[in-house]
């Protein structure tokens, strides 16, 4: 009954990584290698998942699931816990459904569209363009998250209560636009994602993707 988390440290497969070990699922994890540098990477990750991107979680029964907002609905479901996702009758469900999927849905593909401009745009100088059209796009949710949380009052995201949100905030702060753009313009999401990567539980996990 082992999940089989495949991941790289400090990439999207930490948002992952974090719940099982909140969890105390039993999972193993298999580096999958760059897959931005790495062809052979990217030929042996889409075999699982034709995306080539992770994280991709094998559950114990061989189904393959990707996407981190669909793999966090399903492990509160099979654990049948609601501490990191608030149930159907709880205040907060509808706001935590909108953020997760508001995160998923727009500030995770600026990622996609800016890692790799060349994938969508050939030319080098309109790619340049083009990517920071993308990375001005990206502060700007983020700004909006950041207004959104602020008017929820904290602690954390949702307001009083800590959710799966928080753990996003602990991964996603130490990614572009860096931490030193969310001290400056956002330090409520960053005191939020410190705040949740500090806890006990998450410790080991914390450590190991972000040092
Ligand atoms: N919608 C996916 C996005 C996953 C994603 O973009 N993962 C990145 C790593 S942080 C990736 O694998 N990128 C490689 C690529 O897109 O080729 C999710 O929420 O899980």
Redesign the pocket.
Known sequence: MVYSLHQ?PG???A?VELQLAWYGLPHELIETGD??DSAAA?DRLSRLNP?????TLVLPSGEVM????A?TLHLADITGRDDLVPGPGAAERAAFLRWLIFI?ANI??C??FA??PARFVADPDAAKAYRARVDDHHRTLWREVAAIVEMRGGPWFVGQRFSALDLYLAVMTNWRPGKDWFAAEAPGLLAIGRAAGNRPELAAAMKRNFG
């Open positions: 790289m990439w999207g497969s948002l897959l931005f990217r995306r080539a991107q992770i994280p990707t996407e981190s907002a793999i998923v995770y593909p990622f996609t890692d790799d």
